[in-house]
């Protein structure tokens, strides 16, 4: 263990990240109830008052830890949609991607979205419940758009851009949660129950824009 300062930004950007890590893994291992500031500096292998120099409360260090792993997976989702010139080919490769990235990181899914329905609403330093924080806005707006170019290139809209959203969003998202809540059972393959409910939304939503009549564009 040790209370060595770090002075150049590499390092700070180091130790934070190490105490993001250590955070992370008391939390998903122990639960919430096992999280102090002292341990988790304990489980990083720095000394119980270096973590102040870094996050002033336990809060703000939870709230570093889902901004990170919020952040990661928009950026493989970002790569994605750039690297995807077809809409409709983009919409069924993000969503796939996040899926991909959220099974590669279950520790990272945990910690954003697992938990009682009664679990306490994580608040920003701004005051901000988490799901309007800026990761959060930013993993929407990918998604909005990406649903919205997706939808634009249809003869006509046979959903609402917000709602087609959240149920590719709700679908690929649930898939992964009910088979981490419930393992003894013999599931499929994540991975492919995924890409199933995907393609089934999308290939029904172009089904559905090439015999409805012009006027639904304006849905």
């Known amino acids: 263990m040790t209370g060595r300062r770090a002075y150049t930004a590499a390092d700070r950007q180091r130790v934070r990240q190490a105490f993001i890590d250590a955070g992370r893994r008391i939390l998903v291992e122990r639960g919430a109830g096992a999280m102090s500031m002292r341990h ?12 102040y120099q870094y996050f002033p409360d336990q809060r703000a260090l939870l709230v570093a830890i889902r901004e990170f792993d919020m952040n990661a997976a928009t950026d493989i989702m970002v790569a994605c949609a750039c690297a995807t010139a077809d809409p409709v080919r983009r919409v069924r490769a993000v969503f796939v991607a996040a899926a991909r990235y959220w099974l590669e990181h279950p520790d990272h899914f945990d910690v954003l979205f697992a938990g009682a329905r009664d679990r306490a609403a994580l608040h920003t330093p701004e005051g901000l419940p988490f799901g309007r924080s800026p990761s959060v806005v930013r993993s929407l707006a990918l998604y909005t758009r990406v649903v919205g170019d997706f939808l634009a290139s249809l003869p006509c809209r046979p959903i609402d851009t917000v709602l087609a959203m959240d149920s590719l969003v709700t679908a690929t998202h649930g898939v992964i ?41 304006d849905l």
């Open 40 to 51: 988790i500096a304990a489980e990083a292998g720095y000394s119980p008052g270096s973590i």
């Open 177 to 217: 949660a009910f088979t981490r809540v419930t393992p003894s059972m013999p599931w499929s393959a994540t991975g492919a129950m995924v890409e199933t409910v995907v393609d089934a939304l999308v290939s029904h939503w172009v089904r559905e824009a090439a015999v409805m009549p012009r006027e639904s564009t």
